[in-house]
């Protein structure tokens, strides 16, 4: 099996799902999400959107779903006051979401509100059961939970959009916005399918906007200033696109009726926003600004040579030097540097969200201790999984950074191609197959292997994957 490693994951990558359209509703609750969304950073009533938070130096952002008062305060916030020129909001969530009454609500089953029916990790398939389920909900009373406090509210719905139809109105009010989805399959597992999904997201935008764009060359508008005409590629990497002018007395003298047109920065900014805001944003933006700096260096503090970032003096696995990740850096080209340029960017990721307490990196040892603690048997194990699943998404972070620095442009492989050529070679499923707290544990533990850690995942049980 190792030598076809994601035939583990099969079956995260198969509908499952048994109830669809009105048995789904009958089943069902629909949660507000703010309720769920613990505001830590305070940002939602000034911005719309929960635990808003950047990575400084770079063109990302991260935060919880926004609602649809939401959305236009943050392309306001990002193009007026922060002046970038194009956003980009990227959706990571794998859970069933509508709209209703401006507000988000995501889909959960009657035994247990609070845990969010999650659902094949696929872009398409999740547009189109929401498309269905939205249709659904226009033709019966559906059940609310908008305070935790109080029973469920019985309602008929007249409107309900998709997370897709709210951003498509908005879209076409605000022409420099554009919506990607790219759901993560859960808040701490990963796998090398996704990091591609990123990667191709961040390079696919910049198409997107460069072809949307020339479909305007020859249109002629009467549309409000910031609307797109035509982007032309410059000397070096900067792209421009072309703004009309609202200046009406210079129209008049050209004696047209075309606007003028100025020529500004493409200056794109990447919004990625998840149920919190937290544990699938932050990995979301780490693995974008690997990315982003492998393009276009790194800055000072991860250069060779440098003084290290040390979090927490003489804390050793804080600095995530697990037994486990000191072989991958062992089989890693250079793999010092690649470790040390991911803990770079999540230190620095850190820095603008610290009062939630989550640093990917330093979450591992809190998570596995909190495990050892646990007087609960069920909780114990939860949380020995999740520490698991957030040393293994650690691991992937320094595998891709490793595959950016080997597989310079133009890149002759996949990440998942890399992994399943060049790193099964090397030995890294076999490590990943024996996942473990090998510096503290003596046991063994079935959970440390990738059929035991997947079938967790993926266990049919109610309010988890139907």
């Known amino acids: 099996m190792l030598q076809r490693p994601t035939l583990y994951r099969l079956q995260a990558f198969l509908d499952v799902t048994p109830q669809k359209g009105q048995d789904l509703l009958d089943n069902s609750l629909f949660v507000l999400d703010s309720i769920t969304c613990n505001d830590v950073l305070g940002t939602m009533p000034s911005l719309g959107g929960a635990n808003f938070h950047r990575m400084e130096g770079l063109p990302l952002f991260g935060m919880a779903q926004p609602n649809q008062n939401g959305i236009q305060k943050l392309f306001e916030h990002m193009t007026k006051e922060r002046k970038y020129s194009h956003v980009f909001f990227i959706n990571l ?277 909190q495990a050892q603690k646990s007087t609960s048997q069920k909780a114990q194990r939860e949380l020995y999984i999740q520490s698991l699943l957030l040393l293994e998404r650690y691991i992937y972070l320094i595998l891709f950074n490793g595959y950016l620095h080997t597989e310079k442009k133009p890149r002759r492989k996949t990440f998942r191609q890399w992994m399943e050529k060049d790193c099964k070679r090397a030995g890294v499923y076999r490590l990943l197959n024996d996942l473990a707290f090998h510096d503290f544990q003596t046991e063994i533990c079935t959970l440390s292997t990738l059929r035991e850690r997947w079938r967790e995942l993926n266990k049919l049980e109610d309010g988890e994957f139907v």
């Open 93 to 369: 969530r794998n859970n069933l979401c509508t709209f209703i009454k401006n507000e988000a609500y995501y889909l959960s089953c009657k035994s247990e509100s609070l845990k969010p029916r999650l659902h094949h990790p696929d872009d398409t398939h999740f547009e189109d059961i929401e498309s269905s389920l939205s249709a659904s909900i226009t033709q019966m009373p559906i059940m609310l939970i908008k305070d935790l406090k109080k029973e469920p509210e019985k309602i008929d719905a007249t409107m309900v959009f998709t997370t897709k139809e709210v951003f498509q109105m908005a879209e076409e009010k605000f022409h420099n916005m554009s919506y990607f989805r790219v759901p993560l399959p859960s808040d701490y597992a990963v796998n090398e399918n996704v990091l591609d999904d990123l990667m191709g997201m961040l390079t696919d935008a910049e198409s997107q906007f460069r072809n949307s764009s020339q479909d305007l060359k020859h249109q002629r508008s009467s549309t409000n200033s910031g609307s797109f005409l035509l982007p032309s590629q410059k000397s070096g990497a900067e792209i421009l696109y072309k703004r009309r002018s609202s200046n009406s007395s210079n129209m008049q003298s050209r004696g047209s009726s075309e606007c003028a047109v100025t020529t500004v920065p493409f200056n794109p900014v990447y919004c990625f926003f998840c149920s919190n805001g937290i544990e699938r944003s932050t990995f979301a933006m780490a693995a974008s600004a690997l990315f982003m700096y492998n393009k276009s260096g790194y800055p000072p503090g991860t250069r060779p040579g440098e003084q290290e970032r040390v979090s927490i003096a003489n804390a050793e696995y804080t600095m995530g030097k697990f037994l486990a990740v000191k072989h991958i850096v062992m089989i890693l080209p250079d793999g010092y540097q690649v470790k040390r340029e991911v803990d770079f960017v999540l230190d620095k990721l850190f820095e603008m969200m610290s009062t939630t307490h989550f640093h990917l990196r330093e979450m591992i040892l809190v998570t596995y201790n």
